[in-house]
């Protein structure tokens, strides 16, 4: 069993004097991230804003020890813009799926050193359930070959038993969330669905459809909020090869101390793990 924690990415701003020394440069961040606050794993998410290179993650590995974990969102050009309504010049399915492919073309640095965990596909609002919406993740699915590959929902329509059983009859895994409980978000639900476990945290901001997006993620978990979860990671942990817990509750740092605390209450239990 493997247990990993860490970060929804790791370049921000606003953590320079919060996280980082005030005078540290972008390029330093994820080694100080690996080598100084000791994460071993980040979740790299600027892959969904643009299309990654191999050159890109190269250069990531060179930052980080040997046995450090990346796991990789999907890009936007897979799971959005296809089904974006508002996009007037709407991509089509073919461009999305030529653009998953030069996706995991990118991801061949990391596979070639075992330091890929896993693909992060999030689907938004506007994805709901269908059997052409199936049908379009088991396609990128096929894609992504041998690339382990979780799915994290955002339309509550997906709530469902009928979701947990399309995933795990497709060995796909899915994306446990813990966000504010507004109606028209998923409902925190750990479940495992394939040999990979995959935890997120949003953060609990119930301001979360009116803040500006910098803002939705304005939230620190107490300590009584993190134990709470500890019952239910030792379960999902209990279900999986791999489990991966990121917070992305970034607004100031706060992803950080919230992980770093989280570790510290999980560390007898990762330990026996390792």
Not at 76 to 95: E, L, N, Q, V, Y
Not at 191 to 208: A, C, I
Request: hydrophobic content about 35%; proline content about 5%.
């Amino acid at each position: 069993m493997s247990i990993r924690l860490g970060t929804s990415g790791f370049s921000f701003l606003d953590w320079k004097g919060s996280v980082y020394p005030k005078e540290i440069k972008t390029a330093d961040m994820l080694s100080y991230y690996a080598n100084e606050l000791k994460f071993n794993s980040v979740e790299v998410n600027f892959t969904y804003y643009a299309l990654p290179s191999e050159k890109s993650f190269i250069g990531m590995q060179k930052k980080v020890p040997k046995g450090f974990i990346f796991t990789v969102k999907g890009n936007r050009g897979t799971t959005h813009d296809p089904f974006d309504s508002r996009i007037i010049r709407k991509p089509s399915i073919m461009k999305a799926y030529e653009d998953t492919r030069k996706f995991a073309g990118a991801l061949k640095p990391l596979i070639s050193e075992n330091q890929l965990g896993c693909v992060l596909l999030q689907f938004p609002f506007f994805f709901n359930p269908s059997e052409e919406n199936k049908e379009y993740i088991l396609k990128c699915r096929d894609i992504l070959k041998d690339i382990p590959l979780v799915i994290e929902f955002r339309s509550v329509e997906w709530a469902n038993p009928d979701t947990l059983r399309f995933l795990s009859g497709n060995k796909l895994g899915y994306c446990a969330v813990d966000e504010p409980k507004l109606t028209r978000l998923m409902p925190y639900r750990p479940e495992v669905t394939s040999k990979t476990g995959y935890l997120r945290f949003h953060g609990r901001n119930n301001n979360w459809f009116n803040a500006p997006l910098e803002e939705r993620y304005n939230y620190l978990y107490s300590e009584e909020e993190l134990k709470s979860f500890i019952p239910d990671i030792k379960k999902m942990a209990g279900k999986c090869q791999d489990l991966y817990m990121f917070f992305n509750n970034c607004h100031m740092g706060f992803a950080v101390r919230n992980a770093d605390n989280l570790r510290r209450l999980l560390k007898d239990f990762m330990d026996e793990a390792a």
